[in-house]
């Protein structure tokens, strides 16, 4: 009668499984590695957005509760206080970022250059007992960055629309008061209320994020007609 040999595996058997065995661990661990790298990036992703949502929320809050109490300035007007270029804009507001709400404090946003190509928002209070009447007290500056890292940004401002009197003529206006006034709106690079005799309906900030995304950011202020006040001259 014969026995039942049991044979095992050859060393060349062994060295085959081995090697796919290697290969497919190989080809899990590289997708998994794969599906992890993702991951992190949607984690990241979501991560700048929401930031970068957070800063919005912040910046319209800023600006939709502008003050919109009157100042005056040289010449006897009575105006709002807003001063407004390209890379920067200073105004009152019932909504710091850096202070309670409801203290109305002047602020100031700057792009600060980081680099060739990048740059920075800076968010800026003034001394909160200072305002455009009594001096406002920049020294004693608070100041935050709200975003970096970004490209071509840049602030543009809405000037409504604040057609010509009849009664004037536009031969014998100056350069400053050909400024004023417009047909229909229109967005700025430069705005000063000093000119307009008024806020800005609308801030628009315009700028690129580092994966080279584009956003246009625009907000609304308050432009009431109580924000502003014209010189009256009673007839003799």
């Known amino acids: 009668m014969k026995r039942a040999i049991n044979r095992g595996f050859t060393l060349i058997e062994m060295m085959i499984a081995l090697s796919i065995f290697a290969a497919l661990m190989a080809a899990l661990m590289a997708g998994f590695s794969q599906g992890l790298s993702l991951w992190d990036r949607a984690q990241n992703k979501s991560s700048q957005w929401q930031a970068l949502e957070y800063r919005y929320g ?42 309670f709400p409801g203290r109305v404090r ?28 009594r001096g406002i007290d920049w020294r004693n500056t608070s100041q935050q960055v709200l975003i970096s890292d970004i490209k071509h940004a840049f602030f543009q401002h ?57 956003h246009q950011w625009t907000f609304p202020l308050p432009t009431r007609s109580d924000a502003w006040t014209l010189e009256v001259y009673a007839d003799d």
Do not use: C
């Open 58 to 99: 912040l910046l319209a809050s800023l600006l939709v509760q502008a003050q919109v109490a009157t100042y005056t300035k040289e010449g006897g007007m009575y105006v709002p206080y807003y001063q407004g270029t390209s890379n920067s804009l200073r105004l009152m507001t019932r909504s710091p970022i850096l202070d």
């Open 158 to 214: 809405e000037a409504s629309a604040f057609p010509l009197p009849p009664e004037l003529d536009i031969l014998y206006l100056d350069k400053r008061e050909k400024i004023r006034y417009r047909e229909v709106a229109e967005w700025l690079d430069v705005f000063n209320s000093n000119w307009m005799w008024r806020l800005p309906q609308r801030v628009s900030f315009h700028f690129t994020d580092s994966d080279d995304f584009e």
């Open 106 to 133: 002047p602020v100031e946003l700057v792009l600060q250059r980081q680099g060739n190509d990048t740059f920075s928002l800076i968010y800026k209070e003034a001394d909160r007992y200072s305002d455009p009447a």
